[in-house]
């Protein structure tokens, strides 16, 4: 039989009045936090899935950020939009002022109102958002428009990578209008240190226009003539040649012009990358990795080499060739990088309507009235855009707020503490602990005097 000591009764009912604490105060943390799992150890079972959905809210909060900011980006692009496309209109007034106007006088004054939109259409150009420039890709910290003083010339100094923002898991969103755009895509493959090159890797796929496309296969105008290279390691210029002579080989220059003008010519840009650059008769191309099909089922592969002519303007034109001397303008502001001169666009049509106004040439204005014409569709175009990406936005934007109330719906059902059944709870524990202590004081009031008596 257990012989049940006064030391055995104490400690038994020490452990019950702790146990009786612990859970008061579990039950105080559980209505401070409102929480039933305040860490791990409370319902291992549970907390892989609470884990998930915090996570998952930790990340819409972020992408809610994200298209707040974009948002911002694009409403001021919006309004930087809606004034150019206010100047061009103006600009058209005065080019119709200056069509029926009887005086060299009124067309030259009319000339400098136009020069005076041409410096408005510069202070648009160069808008900010929060210190970042609007029109000026990822390089986006100085202004990106300038115009030479001696020439009225307008020069880039930004990049063409359009700023985007994740508003979706793996997924960016453009929140800017291009200000200007490249006139052809160079390749992004370094090939100054010598390429390896198997039989397999030589055949690529050139395609002119939709309906004619090649495949062009370097085998056999290639040789490496690289002193102790590695077999099928070519240099870069040998890759080069071999390309043009490829190229050639499937498309032919045009004999009919002295001398014979290539239709594809591949460049160097003198940064270890190939370049291939269209005649003025050829107006797209494009140069897909090996193992890509002829087209139409090539369309979509890695364009490695390429360009495309036909490609819209940004909002205020494109890049002249930046490998062009002539096209560069030392930038005072950085000096390791010159500018490159903007062509096409708004500010061309502007500065030739001027021209054309104090030359008094008449059909020349009439032409710049078409030009401006055919300027404020490209203005619409990239506000079409702006709005559909500005409701796209505000559309996902609804979707995190649905999706963030679901969330936050699901997380207290795996932890949302019961207010009312804890108070119940609290005090059923606090009438127990009473009732332990008033019984631990009575089983153990028995002193050494009570066994002397």
Known sequence: ????????????????????????????????????????????????????VNSSLISNEQYSRNIEDGLAYLNQSDSALDTIGKVLQDAKVLALQGANSLTQEDMNAIAEQIDRQVEALLDLSNSALGGKYLFAGRKNGQPPFYRDPDSGDIYY???????????IFGYSYEVVA??????????????SE????????MVFTLQLDE??????????HIQSNTPGAPANYYSFSEIKDALQAAIDEKFPPDTSTTPAKKQITVLDDGQGHIKL???????????????AELYPTGNGHLTLFGGDRSVSNGVFGKLADPDNKDNQLEDKMNSSQPMVK???????VLRNLSKNLK?????????????????????????????????HLEAVQDQLADQEVKLKGILVDIQGADIAKLTIEVAQNQLIHQASLMTASNLLNTTLLNYLK
């Open 342 to 348: 903007v062509v096409g666009g708004p500010f061309e």
């Open 157 to 167: 100094r930004g990049d063409t990578n359009l700023i985007s923002r994740e508003i």
């Open 1 to 52: 039989m257990l012989r049940v000591s006064t030391n055995l009764l104490g400690n038994n009912l020490r452990n019950y009045i702790q146990n009786n604490l612990q859970k008061a105060a579990k039950y105080q943390e559980q209505t401070a936090t409102g929480k039933t799992i305040n860490r791990p150890s409370d319902d291992p079972s549970q907390i892989s899935y609470l884990m998930s």
């Open 277 to 291: 650059q269209a005649n003025t008769v050829t107006q797209d191309f494009k140069l897909y990795a090996p193992d």
């Open 194 to 201: 010598g390429t390896k090159l198997t039989d397999d890797d």
């Open 211 to 220: 309906d004619h496309a090649e495949q062009i296969n370097l085998k056999n």
């Open 359 to 391: 030359e008094g040439n008449a059909q020349g204005i009439q032409d710049s009235l078409d030009q401006l014409e055919v300027a404020h569709d490209e203005i619409l175009k990239h506000r079409v855009g702006v709005g559909a990406r500005t409701r």
């Open 178 to 191: 291009a200000g200007v755009t490249d006139n052809f895509i160079k390749s992004s493959t370094n090939l």
